[in-house]
């Protein structure tokens, strides 16, 4: 007769966990702060010199536009959200910004660029809220045109919105049954391969025995598991499989949260180079196009010239007949041949690239085919996130780091900043982020990272 034993901890020990994960987080959250308020005088000085220039009556610009259209945008606490606001308003329309309640606190709606901020319910947690509130707005504002600048969370509850809002205006989006194929990593790789496109051998898992059963050793290259759903911290873990042994394969595959209501995707790890993309389409046509060398955490940007990766994308959208904007990942292997890894169809980050593009506007908005795809313009510069650079010198070691980074400040431009919008940069840094860090502060509640460009806190479980 077997007995079963239960293993607990001691209270006592789980409470000094406890107090100890609190204290962690009063520190980093209060230590951030301070470093935040230290920066504040600068920043704010650097913006008011901006903003005097900017009231200079000859550096003024005015933009009359025959058929001006007022735009939607959501995602306003998102720096892509922001540079489109930017682009459409330098084209003389009017940009409405929204956001869920929670992120009220959007620094970008204080661009000058919006001329009206609206918050609206977590679609997740009340759809028909959601989709109810924008209805509303959409009515309130005359809106011509609905471009969702989605989280990963929204982009398929802006695509349920769709029926709704086409009543009243052109919805800049993909219908529910493509935005769930897309954004289903399994089923995108699926659709590119029937399309006959490249794409790494994958496996939808739904059971960590699945991975724990499969014979690697018929397989000449590793895997990686990924969540199928967006995973904002798991995300970054790329540990290859097999392990070094069965037991420690078994041991991380079980401490993933897979299940059938919670499937992920073993897809095969291809060595090489890993870039980026953001693509506007409208009818199948590529509008707008740019690529970028990629990472796990990418905040930097730089236009790099794919004439295989721009075909891989073209063929996939015409084959679709898509509208919308769509991003895809990349893997260029040794021999030169591209492999998507997966779709995400949203707006990227990338979009940032076209910060002093003139022909953004058309590319979403204009219905004349184009000769070809828009691109970063060759006097662009790489685009960065400064607060992101400056904490990366904590982490130089030599002096080629040190040149490296120096040499990102030089060549580059801050993504948020504009000497013709600086306002923004000040309301991001000084009141969006020290908000969020106040709330967490309040509730002793810890986080990962900060993302200046995405504007939030990364948390475990968190949007």
């Given at each position: 007769?077997?007995?079963?034993?239960?293993?607990?901890?001691?209270?006592?020990?789980?409470?000094?966990?406890?107090?100890?994960?609190?204290?962690?987080?009063?520190?980093?959250?209060?230590?951030?702060?301070?470093?935040?308020?230290?920066?504040?005088?600068?920043?704010?000085?650097?913006?008011?010199?901006?903003?005097?220039?900017?009231?200079?009556?000859?550096?003024?610009?005015?933009?009359?536009?025959?058929?001006q259209q007022t735009i939607l945008v959501s995602g306003a606490?998102?720096?892509?959200?922001?540079?489109?606001?930017?682009?459409?308003?330098?084209?003389?329309?009017?940009?409405?910004?929204?956001?869920?309640?929670?992120?009220?606190?959007?620094?970008?709606?204080f661009s000058k660029a919006v001329s009206g901020f609206y918050?609206?319910?977590?679609?997740?947690?009340?759809?028909?809220?959601?989709?109810?509130?924008?209805?509303?707005?959409?009515?309130?504002?005359?809106?011509?045109?609905?471009?969702?600048?989605?989280?990963?969370?929204?982009?398929?509850?802006?695509?349920?919105?769709?029926?709704?809002?086409?009543?009243?205006?052109?919805?800049?989006?993909?219908?529910?049954?493509?935005?769930?194929?897309?954004?289903?990593?399994?089923?995108?790789?699926?659709?590119?391969?029937?399309?006959?496109?490249?794409?790494?051998?994958?496996?939808?898992?739904?059971?960590?025995?699945?991975?724990?059963?499969?014979?690697?050793?018929?397989?000449?290259?590793?895997?990686?598991?990924?969540?199928?759903?967006?995973?904002?911290?798991?995300?970054?873990?790329?540990?290859?499989?097999?392990?070094?042994?069965?037991?420690?394969?078994?041991?991380?595959?079980?401490?993933?949260?897979?299940?059938?209501?919670?499937?992920?995707?073993?897809?095969?790890?291809?060595?090489?180079?890993?870039?980026?993309?953001?693509?506007?389409?409208?009818?199948?046509?590529?509008?707008?196009?740019?690529?970028?060398?990629?990472?796990?955490?990418?905040?930097?940007?730089?236009?790099?010239?794919?004439?295989?990766?721009?075909?891989?994308?073209?063929?996939?959208?015409?084959?679709?007949?898509?509208?919308?904007?769509?991003?895809?990942?990349?893997?260029?292997?040794?021999?030169?041949?591209?492999?998507?890894?997966?779709?995400?169809?949203?707006?990227?980050?990338?979009?940032?690239?076209?910060?002093?593009?003139?022909?953004?506007?058309?590319?979403?908005?204009?219905?004349?085919?184009?000769?070809?795809?828009?691109?970063?313009?060759?006097?662009?510069?790489?685009?960065?996130?400064?607060?992101?650079?400056?904490?990366?010198l904590t982490g130089i070691r030599s002096w080629k780091q040190?040149?490296?980074?120096?040499?990102?400040?030089?060549?580059?431009?801050?993504?948020?900043?504009?000497?013709?919008?600086?306002?923004?940069?000040?309301?991001?840094?000084?009141?969006?982020?020290?908000?969020?860090?106040?709330?967490?502060?309040?509730?002793?509640?810890?986080?990962?990272?900060?993302?200046?460009?995405?504007?939030?806190?990364?948390?475990?479980?968190?949007?």
């Open positions: 007769m077997v007995q079963s034993i239960s293993l607990s901890l001691p209270q006592s020990s789980i409470s000094s966990t406890g107090v100890r994960i609190k204290l962690v987080a009063l520190f980093k959250t209060l230590g951030t702060l301070i470093l935040l308020l230290i920066a504040l005088p600068f920043n704010a000085l650097i913006v008011l010199i901006s903003w005097l220039w900017g009231i200079v009556p000859f550096t003024k610009k005015t933009v009359v536009v025959a058929d606490k998102m720096t892509k959200a922001l540079q489109l606001a930017r682009s459409f308003h330098a084209a003389g329309h009017r940009v409405i910004l929204i956001e869920g309640h929670k992120y009220w606190l959007s620094g970008h709606r918050t609206v319910p977590a679609p997740e947690k009340d759809p028909e809220g959601y989709i109810q509130a924008l209805v509303e707005i959409v009515k309130k504002e005359k809106v011509d045109i609905y471009v969702p600048v989605c989280s990963p969370v929204a982009s398929y509850y802006d695509s349920l919105a769709k029926a709704a809002l086409s009543e009243y205006c052109e919805v800049f989006h993909f219908d529910p049954d493509i935005t769930k194929m897309l954004d289903d990593k399994f089923a995108f790789t699926d659709q590119a391969r029937s399309l006959g496109l490249s794409v790494p051998k994958s496996f939808k898992i739904t059971d960590p025995q699945q991975v724990i059963n499969f014979d690697f050793s018929r397989e000449t290259r590793k895997y990686i598991l990924k969540s199928i759903s967006y995973d904002s911290v798991r995300r970054l873990n790329l540990t290859k499989l097999p392990c070094d042994t069965p037991e420690e394969t078994a041991a991380f595959v079980n401490s993933l949260p897979i299940s059938p209501e919670k499937p992920w995707i073993m897809q095969e790890f291809i060595p090489g180079k890993e870039l980026c993309t953001h693509s506007t389409v409208r009818d199948g046509e590529l509008r707008l196009h740019c690529c970028s060398n990629s990472s796990a955490f990418q905040i930097n940007y730089e236009n790099v010239e794919n004439p295989q990766i721009r075909e891989w994308v073209q063929h996939f959208v015409k084959s679709l007949a898509l509208t919308g904007q769509v991003s895809f990942d990349f893997i260029q292997a040794e021999d030169g041949t591209v492999y998507a890894i997966e779709c995400n169809p949203r707006t990227h980050s990338a979009i940032t690239m076209f910060y002093n593009h003139p022909g953004v506007a058309d590319a979403y908005l204009g219905k004349i085919p184009l000769a070809a795809p828009l691109e970063p313009l060759a006097s662009s510069k790489p685009t960065y996130f400064i607060y992101h650079e400056i904490w990366r040190l040149q490296a980074s120096v040499n990102t400040l030089v060549r580059g431009t801050d993504a948020i900043y504009s000497l013709d919008d600086p306002v923004p940069f000040l309301t991001l840094h000084h009141w969006q982020i020290p908000l969020l860090l106040l709330k967490n502060l309040q509730q002793l509640k810890g986080w990962v990272k900060i993302d200046f460009n995405i504007g939030k806190l990364v948390e475990l479980g968190g949007d």
